[in-house]
């Protein structure tokens, strides 16, 4: 027995990292919202010195939010570190040619080589120290200020201490006064020999100097392959907790601790519902097989199941949740409690949450209590004409022991391994059901983070999900073990 | 005596049709996909027929594979239905003795490829004739005045119904059933939506969205669990072991949040919606596949197959496939009805195409202004009658084939 949950969970190891990967592969599908301001502004007519600051504040977010979602790094495979002179040069040069050619097509260029962030400013700086490559120096310069600066946000706040935020903040502040010396030439800096590069690149070298430190690469570029990519930025934080949420302004699993355990407590009383429902029925079904009660049974359960949940739950939110010209509602329409539920008494408490959870749990169990006791009576029935059962009616065994010492135990098996099948089910059932009654639980969180694309918060409750998901399949299989007497001999 | 003389697929089918919960389902489906695909025969603000002085146009018909007329794609293909239904019938009836249904199917899917190619054509300028097929000049009711000097000499054949399923009717939002629409002088007999789109003809058109993504979804995923199933169960081994892993992996994997995320991120699009429910639907299947393809590994022919030589492909495609196709039926029809409730549940949480008019979609608004009934009922009426009328069909597919749940 324990060899075998041991067994089972391991498997779920590769399940989750699975699960994981698969997730964080559709969040990279979202592509950051591209501005032509960020690459100073978008009349060039009138780029004065308002216009290339306001480009270079736009960037500044735009690389802040890229850094949130950690789409400034590759997604798996981190090979920036490799990057070295020849191939900046090229880069370079083919920023200097592509300039004036179309916008938007230097912008991605731009950007792409903006988001290598700190792992560009080593053959940048070696491109500014070498004398033979002066046409390159100007495009040079402007990357080497783009890629050296570090983007803070609010998070920030809270990773870094204070006085590592202090220093980030000066050295920034370093790298902005020198900008803004050049803002007038921003977008000339890209096109022309720039003649006053000379001090530009004094500036720019004393300033690497100084913070030669942080910006070195070359010991560190082996271990950025694997350890500085998007998931494995993702995967820290997730572990530690500090995935940070934009829209809710806080962190995502302080969002979801609020959250999960109305969500969890709704499932637990559905499924508990259903089954206690199912079962009696489908037996009651199966053993007066052919008679008018089993016939209208089979029919209204038949209908039930093809009964959308969520056209049930509007209705139900139409005609019993809503006031109309003859009186009042007879139940509420959103929420799991009254808004003054703090101050009722423990019974009172308890009252009013039944009475608010009462629709929900409706809607959230029938869809899958009508398939349970459908599969119950097929199962039972098929059980019922087997081999055994005709074997213990001839030696004239009770009928209520066939049924429920033979015959149900056996079909509980299968039932598990349905149940099990059903738990993942459960997921669109609750979001919709969360969605109609406002329910604030997992699934409608996780609808608003999709909404407003938040992914930091898509894939903290998509994680959690998927756990209670783990754990469910893993009391399935526990179950599983415990109907099934083979497994327990096989396992000792 | 007859029924020796039967295949094996005749049986079954006698065994179908004669039951009345499958007429039911055969007969509730066909209508709502006739009603979807004849939508712009039924509910357009396009003539039928129209003959004036120029002579006799068919507008309704040219805007069918007008570029500029229909909106969405998948309106190609349900006019490309619409056009070639009656003579695909007509030929079956016809020619059934002449040619072999593959050849029919065949050809049908040759011409309906050619047609498609040609509408991909950009419009074709120049002469008056040629321009006639492709011009962008809907016959509107409207227009009775404006396009002909004396308005009196047309003649025009309207549809039951002459809304647009796109126009929007300024001060009617969320009219009750049967209001008067004052600019046409015809009523909303469905009502109509918080922009003032009339629900009878949103009705009409959102058929087309539910039956393709239903069956393209089902299509994917049925294509890829049973590739999937015939490969782990024929190879067996570390393949299968392999296989099931992954297979547990997806079968573990919550369907809904997970299109739900897709869907957010790259675009509310009824094809991107399509593919993904293919392609996380697919488990089932290839579990369902596997375990066939398992107990016809000990067949015979199989190893007949095999002492001849036959390619590994041959004898899974060829030879054991058809054997397992009765199971592969029934989950086919059940896949259906689910992947229009996926759809359907989809659009109904907002994540649905914005533009295109779905069933879903209606309840969406429905249950965002609670207090209009019939933006629930109607759609919420059709949503039932589809996946009822499949799942009919489904549970007599399998009474008449006999096969285990």
Redesign the interface.
């Known amino acids: 027995m324990l060899a075998y949950l041991i067994r089972r969970v391991l498997?779920m190891i590769?399940?989750f990292l699975?699960?994981l990967i698969?997730?964080f592969g559709?969040?990279r599908?979202?592509r950051p919202p591209l501005s032509y301001e960020m690459s100073g502004g978008q009349s060039q007519e009138e780029a004065g010195s308002r216009d290339a600051e306001k480009g270079q504040a736009n960037l500044k977010n735009h690389l802040g939010r890229l850094k949130r979602t950690g789409n400034n790094l590759p997604s798996l495979i981190n090979l920036r570190g490799f990057v070295d002179k020849d191939d900046m040069i090229e880069i370079l040069e083919d920023l200097q040619s592509k300039t004036g050619v179309k916008e938007s097509e230097r912008y991605e260029q731009e950007l792409e080589l903006m988001i290598s962030g700190h792992m560009s400013v080593e053959p940048l700086v070696e491109i500014l120290k070498d004398e033979s490559l002066k046409s390159l120096h100007g495009p040079a310069s402007q990357a080497f200020m783009m890629c050296a600066y570090t983007p803070l946000n609010y998070e920030d706040r809270f990773e870094y201490s204070s006085e590592e935020l202090g220093e980030i903040q000066l050295r920034n502040k370093s790298l902005a006064d020198m900008a803004i010396n050049y803002t007038n030439e921003i977008d000339k800096a890209f096109k022309v020999d720039d003649e006053n590069y000379e001090s530009k690149r004094e500036n720019i070298l004393n300033y690497y100097q100084r913070h030669q430190s942080i910006y070195v690469q070359s010991e560190r570029r082996w271990g950025a392959i694997f350890g500085d990519t998007g998931f494995m930025v993702f995967m820290g934080k997730l572990f530690t907790g500090k995935l940070w949420s934009e829209t809710k302004k806080r962190y995502v699993f302080e969002v979801i601790a609020e959250r999960w355990q109305v969500t969890l407590w709704l499932n637990i009383f559905s499924i508990m519902i259903a089954w206690g429902i199912a079962i009696p029925l489908g037996i009651r079904s199966a053993r007066q097989k052919g008679t008018l009660e089993d016939k209208t049974t089979t029919n209204i359960l038949?209908?039930l199941?093809?009964?959308?949940s969520?056209?049930i739950g509007?209705?139900l939110?139409?005609h019993l949740?809503?006031d109309s010209s003859t009186g009042a509602a007879l139940f509420p329409?959103r929420g799991l409690s009254s808004d003054d539920s703090l101050w009722y008494g423990t019974l009172r408490y308890l009252l009013d949450i039944a009475y608010h959870g009462l629709l929900p749990l409706i809607v959230l169990t029938y869809a899958s209590f009508t398939v349970l006791s459908r599969?119950m009576r097929?199962n039972l029935l098929?059980q019922l004409n087997a081999d055994y059962v005709r074997t213990a009616r001839a030696k004239g065994a009770n009928e209520d022991k066939i049924v429920y010492g033979h015959s149900l135990r056996n079909s509980m098996i299968t039932m598990v391994t349905l149940g099990a099948?059903l738990i993942?089910e459960l997921?669109?059932g609750f979001?919709?059901v969360e969605?109609?009654f406002t329910i604030p639980g997992l699934g409608l969180l996780?609808?608003d983070a999709?909404?407003q694309?938040d992914a930091p918060l898509?894939m903290g409750s998509?994680v959690i999900?998927?756990t209670l998901?783990?754990v469910g399949?893993l009391i399935a299989d526990v179950l599983y073990a415990v109907v099934d007497p083979r497994i327990r001999s096989q396992y000792g | 005596m007859a029924d020796t003389q039967m295949s094996p697929m005749q049986l079954v089918w006698r065994r179908f049709i004669a039951k009345r919960s499958a007429k039911i389902g055969m007969w509730s489906a066909l209508v709502i996909f006739l009603t979807g695909t004849y939508a712009p025969f039924i509910a357009s603000e396009i003539a039928l027929i129209w003959w004036d002085e120029n002579g006799l146009q068919f507008p309704a018909f040219a805007s069918l594979f007008n570029r500029l007329e229909y909106v969405h794609r998948h309106d190609l293909l349900f006019n490309l239905i619409a056009l070639l239904l009656p003579i695909m019938v007509l030929a079956g009836v016809f020619l059934r003795k002449k040619f072999k249904l593959g050849n029919m199917v065949l050809s049908c899917i040759g011409i309906l490829t050619a047609i498609w190619i040609v509408c991909q054509l950009p419009l074709i300028p120049g002469q008056d004739r040629m321009r006639a097929l492709w011009d962008n000049r809907p016959l509107a009711q409207e227009d009775i005045g404006n396009y002909t000097k004396n308005p009196d000499k047309v003649f025009a054949i309207f549809p039951i119904v002459t809304h647009g399923f796109e126009q929007t009717y300024q001060g009617a939002n969320l009219k009750a059933p049967f209001t008067m629409n004052e600019k046409t002088s015809q009523r909303f007999w469905m009502g109509t939506d918080v922009r003032g789109r009339d629900v009878l003809v949103r009705m009409l058109y959102g058929a087309r969205i539910s039956l393709t993504v239903g069956l393209v979804a089902t299509g994917i995923s049925l294509i890829i669990g049973t590739i999937f199933g015939a490969l782990s169960g024929y190879f067996g081994g570390w393949v299968d072991l392999l296989m099931q892993r992954m297979v547990e992996v997806m079968m573990s994997f919550p369907t809904f949040p997970l299109v739900m995320v897709v869907v957010a991120m790259t675009g509310r699009n009824v094809f991107i919606m399509m593919a993904v429910i293919g392609l996380t639907g697919w488990a089932g299947t290839a579990r369902l596949v596997r375990g066939e393809f398992l107990a016809q590994m000990n067949r015979d022919y199989v190893l007949a197959g095999r002492s001849m030589g036959l390619p590994g492909w041959r004898i899974m495609f060829r030879h054991v496939l058809p054997n397992v196709s009765a199971p592969l039926l029934i989950a086919a029809t059940f896949g259906i009805a689910g992947s229009v409730g996926a759809e359907s549940g989809l659009a109904f949480i907002g994540l649905g195409d914005a533009n295109a008019p779905s069933w879903g979609d209606l309840m969406n608004q429905g249950r965002q202004n609670i207090k209009y009934a019939w933006l629930i009922y109607i759609p919420g009426i059709a949503i039932f009658t589809i996946i009822t009328a499949l799942n009919l069909m489904g549970e007599s597919l399998r009474e008449a084939m006999d096969v285990k749940s």
Do not use: D, R
Not at chain 1, 305 to 308: A, E, G, N, T, V
């Open positions: 498997w590769p399940t699975i699960i698969i997730n559709i969040l599908l979202q038949f209908f199941w093809s009964l959308p969520f056209f509007s209705l939110l139409h949740c809503t329409h599969y097929s098929e099948g993942s997921f669109a979001i919709i969605t109609i996780l609808l999709v909404l694309e898509v998509a999900s998927v998901l783990m399949f």
